[in-house]
């Protein structure tokens, strides 16, 4: 099996290199790389992300054909894709960080700032929190109700159909950390950093 970790220069993405190959156990051929025929290839894809929904979204459309590769992986192939942390939420129709930008428009919905209740609530939302399972989601198989993931995040995206959230955790409101729509999986959290449990969750998604 072939798993495609896309590198489109959005930060470093080492640490989702490593526990994606820590997972693997060299059961699994892990690629990173942005080359459009590797991608077409694989039988996987995992999209990171980190820094502004703009500046993911720019970096993506600068490597010329990658978003009409990645359309055709997601949408006409129907192939898994997992979205972490601003990786989710390009999935959605558009994102107001830094100006209203375009997103890829496979989960219809937008990315906005998290409503701090007047600084009552520190941004970015750092550190482990809680999760609430809603649905019998793939990549939570065997995940307790209640784990704790960790996040770094400021932005939340608000899908409009809400029976594409697969887990929320509670900040400053409800906010969605976990998405699954047919093929497509979004994480707001970083499974990478989210030590076992967080290993747990790349290993459903590369056994999906």
Not at 15 to 26: H, L, P, T, W
Not at 180 to 192: A, C, L, S, V, Y
Request: aromatic share 8%; proline share 2%; with cysteine.
């Amino acid at each position: 099996m072939n798993v495609t970790i896309v590198d489109y220069n959005s930060g470093n993405i080492s640490s989702v290199i490593n526990s994606f190959k820590e997972v693997s156990k060299d059961k699994v051929n892990i690629e990173v790389t942005s080359d459009l025929d590797k991608i077409k290839s694989s039988d996987k894809v995992v999209l990171p992300g980190q820094g502004s929904f703009k500046s993911c979204v720019d970096a993506l459309n600068s490597i010329d054909g990658l978003v009409d590769c990645l359309n055709e992986f997601a949408i006409k192939n129907k192939k898994p894709l997992l979205g972490i942390c601003v990786g989710l939420q390009m999935l959605a129709d558009v994102g107001y960080e830094e100006t209203e930008t375009k997103g890829l428009g496979w989960i219809s919905g937008s990315v906005s700032k998290i409503d701090n209740h007047n600084g009552k609530y520190k941004l970015p939302h750092i550190g482990w929190n809680q999760i609430n399972i809603l649905k019998d989601s793939k990549i939570f198989k065997d995940i307790e109700n209640n784990s704790h993931m960790y996040f770094v995040h400021s932005y939340e995206f608000v899908p409009e159909d809400k029976n594409v959230i697969s887990a929320t955790t509670e900040y400053s409101s409800k906010i969605v950390c976990s998405v699954e729509k047919e093929n497509i999986f979004g994480t707001q959290f970083h499974p990478e950093k989210s030590d076992k449990i967080g290993l747990k969750i790349i290993d459903n998604f590369i056994n999906l």
